[in-house]
């Protein structure tokens, strides 16, 4: 992905391929509305390509030295993993419970274990965060957050490294001024969080 050529040009190429780059009328996490929804779970679903990504993803952390790579569920669990394993490094995954982000399955995270935040997509970085207070909390060191898209209106500040594949800027609607309310096109929403 990284050798010649544009890199965002061929990202957005394998999104558009997998199927994972999606148009119509979305409710977002943030409770905003767009137009276009990225639907990772679909770039994935091939395992060569999920194989490509988190290999690049990989590539561009690796100077960070990060011993355990970990995701939130759902969006952050086959990234983590793809991208554990260029870096020899063990995945785990976080998960909401009670609208808080716990570790469960026997995962741990040892003292000063050094842990890169992996998702797939950043849209308001509220899932990474909150992953990054559970590693600090566990005693670990986060060394970098990393995500196969950066949709965010403005990149947030995690206070580590962020790296990403692609940064894609689609409109982002607050509800009462979205025109494809008005348009009265049927709203859709995708993701796996419930709030």
Do not use: W
């Amino acid at each position: 992905m990284d050798k010649g050529g544009d890199g965002k040009v061929e990202m957005i190429e394998i999104l558009q391929g997998s199927g994972a780059l999606i148009e119509g009328h979305f409710l977002l996490s943030s409770k905003k509305h767009s137009s276009h929804y990225i639907q990772c779970a679909r770039l994935f679903e091939r395992p060569e390509l999920g194989d490509l990504v988190g290999e690049a993803i990989a590539r561009r952390i690796e100077r960070y030295r990060p011993s355990l790579v970990i995701g939130p569920a759902m969006g952050g669990v086959i990234p983590a993993y793809t991208v554990a394993g260029p870096l020899n490094a063990r995945a785990a995954f976080t998960e909401r419970v009670n609208d808080a982000m716990i570790l469960r399955r026997g995962f741990q995270i040892t003292k000063g274990e050094r842990v890169a935040v992996v998702e797939d997509v950043v849209t308001t970085g509220r899932s990474a965060m909150e992953v990054m207070e559970l590693v600090k909390q566990s005693g670990g060191v986060v060394c970098c957050v990393a995500a196969v898209v950066d949709r965010s209106e403005k990149s947030p500040e995690f206070g580590v490294p962020f790296h990403y594949l692609v940064r894609l800027e689609f409109p982002i609607y607050e509800a009462e001024d979205c025109p494809l309310c008005k348009q009265r096109v049927p709203l859709v929403k995708p993701g796996s969080r419930k709030s």
